[in-house]
Nanobody, 126 residues
Framework: QVRLAESGGDSVQTGGSLTLSCTASGYTYSTNCMGWFRQAPGKEREGVATIYLPSSSTGYSDSVKGRFTISQDKVVNTVYLQMNGLKPEDTAMYYC???????????????????WGHGTQVTVSS
């Protein structure tokens, strides 16, 4: 019911910046929590950042805190991930996720999101 489309992935050098976009369509009225996750080949998927849409309350993993910023544009149902100071270890497929939660505290990297995008590749070289 909720379709998610990611874009913005690219190949950059260490220290560079990228902005990822995730646009939601379909039954977006039920969505109040969105997040970014990433997965590198041979590794488990890990949460990067989440945002509770009604209040824009955000949460970040320790590995990206201070470097990445998640934000939203409500009028176009889009969530962004601004990534600065990129490192080779940030290389991964980045996925957008969306769901509805009961309260903001539930909107975190450990929530079992129901809707997922197909991913956008971020590659950071030395």
């Amino acid at each position: 019911q909720v379709r998610l489309a990611e874009s913005g992935g690219d190949s950059v050098q260490t220290g560079g910046s990228l902005t990822l976009s995730c646009t939601a369509s379909g039954y977006t009225y039920s969505t109040n929590c969105m997040g970014w996750f990433r997965q590198a080949p041979g590794k488990e998927r890990e949460g990067v950042a989440t945002i509770y849409l009604p209040s824009s309350s955000t949460g970040y993993s320790d590995s990206v805190k201070g470097r990445f910023t998640i934000s939203q544009d409500k009028v176009v149902n889009t969530v962004y991930l601004q990534m600065n100071g990129l490192k080779p270890e940030d290389t991964a497929m980045y996925y957008c996720a969306a769901d509805r939660v009961l309260e903001s505290v539930i909107c975190n990297n450990y929530h079992p999101f129901h809707s997922w995008g197909h991913g956008t590749q971020v590659t950071v070289s030395s």
